[in-house]
């Protein structure tokens, strides 16, 4: 439809008296008209644009999906389950490990204190937990706690220096009966009686 030539034909039609009161609205629906058309034009080059880039997007999708297929078909699944043992093997370990250390401090005075901020297991009607069905990230947590514990020698595990004004004095967690029980020679028991006498 050729929107010009028909306004031409109406123009003629109506005479030039009534072109001359008319033109400006003519004018106007001309170049409405024509904007009209532009319009339609450029939506349909951006139409036709989105229709090949989503055929482009489609063809890459399908090369990448052709990709991961010939990945998963190749040799990693062995490298996989290979390191998924070892993963398996060493949690399993790590589970072992946190119960022996649990039980080691369960003893200790301040493990009641402890415990409530740990994730563990609830023991059974003999005391004992189960670790092997803990989830990983609870697993992960009771490590990075108790070592943050232990850190602070919060069950007082370890001999330490410390000193005391001016003098090196080894403070151990200890009483003095544990500590003469422990006593392997004569000189340990000497250490220990001086200092009970200076204590």
Do not use: C, W
Not at 23 to 49: F, Q
Not at 136 to 145: H, T, Y
Request: glycine share 4%.
């Amino acid at each position: 439809m050729d929107i010009k030539a028909l306004l031409a034909q109406v123009r003629q039609l109506i005479g030039d008296e009534a072109v001359a009161k008319i033109s400006s609205v003519l004018k106007e629906i001309e170049t409405g008209v024509e904007d009209l058309v532009d319009s339609l034009k450029t939506a349909n080059t951006e139409s036709k644009n989105r229709k090949i880039k989503i055929r482009e997007l489609e063809d890459s999708k399908s090369d990448l999906e052709g990709q991961l297929e010939t990945l998963k078909k190749e040799n990693n699944a062995e490298e996989l389950t290979t390191l998924r043992e070892f993963k398996q093997k060493s949690l399993t370990s790590q589970r072992e490990s946190l119960g022996k250390q649990i039980e080691t401090i369960s003893k200790h005075p301040n493990f009641a204190k402890a415990e409530k901020l740990l994730k563990l297991p609830a023991a059974d009607a003999k005391g004992v937990r189960d670790y092997s069905k803990m989830p990983d990230a609870d697993l992960e947590f009771n490590v990075s706690k108790l070592q943050e514990l232990n850190d602070l020698d919060y069950f007082g595990q370890s001999d330490t220096t410390k000193t005391v004004h001016g003098d090196k004095t080894t403070v151990t967690p200890q009483s003095f009966q544990e500590r003469i029980k422990a006593a392997k020679s004569i000189k340990e028991l000497e250490t220990i009686q001086e200092e009970m006498n200076n204590g």
